[in-house]
Structure formats: structure tokens, C-alpha cells
């Protein structure tokens, strides 16, 4: 059985938090539980379902996808219970305004490698502009 994990985004252009110009990918199931964490959606190593209300056009398709009633309307208040939800995705699936956002997509690496590996030109070039600026470093120190 291939080895996978739980991919919480796979972001382009990083630029913060490290020299140069990366493409980060983010897993789940991080064991730290730093004060300032500003990713809490990676601690858990389980799937999760992120809820947008500002993007929900109330069309209730949620409602009839869950198989296990998370998604209700009482006294005409939309309510999700979350302790209901295994992370199945359907839901989110079939949310056509993407209110419903599953975090954790289950990849292999050659997977990761397969959309990651096609960003190295750009970052290859980034690489020797780094290169040459420590090689002139080098040369106006010696
Ligand atoms: S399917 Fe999406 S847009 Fe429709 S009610 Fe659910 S969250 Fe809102
Ligand atoms: S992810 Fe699955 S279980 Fe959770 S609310 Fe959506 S359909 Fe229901």
C-alpha cells in the first residue's frame, strides 16, 4: 500500500518565512502546538470541513448530500454540527459556491511530485540570481 498524506494546500510563490521564492506544501497532523500557530487547520491529522458563511447562497444542496445529518435548518437557523461530520467531502463536493471547503486531500508523494516538480523552471532561476549575487559577494570580499 503506498505511503500518503493528508495535504492541507500545496501554495505557490511563497515568499515568507524562509529565503527565496518556494512552492510549500502543507500536511496535516502537525504535533506542535505553538502559541502563535496561524494554520490550526493543520493540527488535526484527520480531514476537516471549513464552513464560509459570507460565500453560502443558502441553496441547502448540503443538506441533501450529508448522509449524516450535520447540515440542518431549525426555527429557520442554518446549524452545523460539526461533532456529526467524518470529513467524507460529499457535502463540499456538490457546494457550487464553495462555502464548503474539505481541508486534508490524501496524496502520495509521486502525487505531490507530479504538481510541484513542473514549478522548479521559475525557482531554478530564482536559484542562480541567488548564486551569482553570493558568488559577487564572494569575489568583492576576497
Ligand atoms: S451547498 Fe454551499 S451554498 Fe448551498 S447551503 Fe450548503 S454551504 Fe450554502
Ligand atoms: S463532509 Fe460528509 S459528513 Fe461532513 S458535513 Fe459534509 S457530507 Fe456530512
Redesign the pocket.
Known amino acids: 500500500m503506498a505511503v500518503t498524506g493528508l495535504v492541507t494546500s500545496i501554495q505557490r510563490f511563497s515568499v515568507h518565512d524562509g529565503p527565496g521564492i518556494r512552492t510549500t506544501v502543507f500536511l496535516k497532523g502537525c504535533n506542535l502546538r505553538c502559541f502563535w500557530c496561524h494554520n490550526p487547520e493543520a493540527l488535526s491529522p484527520q480531514p476537516e470541513l471549513e ?1 464560509y458563511l459570507d ?9 441533501r448530500q450529508c448522509p449524516r445529518g450535520a ?1 440542518v435548518r431549525l426555527d429557520g437557523e442554518r446549524y452545523f454540527y460539526r461533532e456529526l461530520c467524518d470529513g467524507c467531502g460529499q ?1 463540499a463536493e ?4 464553495q ?2 471547503v474539505l481541508v486534508g486531500r490524501r496524496m502520495t508523494p509521486d502525487e505531490v511530485m507530479d504538481e510541484i516538480v513542473p514549478d522548479c523552471a521559475f525557482y531554478l532561476c530564482e536559484f542562480g540570481r541567488r548564486r551569482d549575487a553570493l558568488g559577487r559577494r564572494a569575489a568583492l570580499a576576497a
Open positions: 464552513l460565500r453560502c447562497i443558502a441553496c441547502e444542496e448540503c443538506f447540515h457535502c456538490t457546494c457550487f459556491a462555502g464548503l
